[in-house]
């Protein structure tokens, strides 16, 4: 079993940053397929970035050129770096990770941009 635990979340003007971090409970050299979603009232989890263990990266159409995600291995952390940020972007970010064949997501934090 795995626990995803985020943070970083909070009230940022529009062209803003944030940065978001998922710490696991276990060393993140074993956790695959992690990734960022977040979700708004009303609407579906949806998908925003996520990177595999070599290090590829990929991103949503909508967050691309503004948001970098990265696994800092020897801090065992996912990052979620969110620059230039726009009022579409608040929501509830999801840290999302697989272990032994199981899904696990964290309980979120909240991003909010507004002026």
């Known amino acids: 079993q795995v626990q995803l635990v985020e943070s970083g979340g909070g009230l940022v003007q529009p062209g803003g940053s944030l940065t978001l971090s998922c710490t696991p409970s276990?060393?993140?050299?074993?956790?695959?397929?992690m990734g960022w979603y977040r979700q708004t009232p009303g609407k579906q989890r949806e998908w925003v970035a996520s990177?595999?263990?070599?290090?590829?990266?990929a991103y949503a159409d909508s967050v691309k050129g503004r948001f970098t995600i990265w696994r800092d291995n020897a801090n065992s952390r996912l990052t979620l770096q969110m620059n230039s940020l726009e009022p579409e972007d608040t929501a509830v970010y999801y840290c999302?990770?697989?272990?032994?064949?199981?899904?696990?997501w964290g309980q979120g934090t909240q991003v909010t941009v507004s002026s």
């Open positions: 276990r060393d993140i050299a074993v956790i695959r397929g």
């Open positions: 990177v595999v263990s070599g290090g590829a990266t």
């Open positions: 999302k990770g697989s272990y032994r064949g199981r899904d696990y």
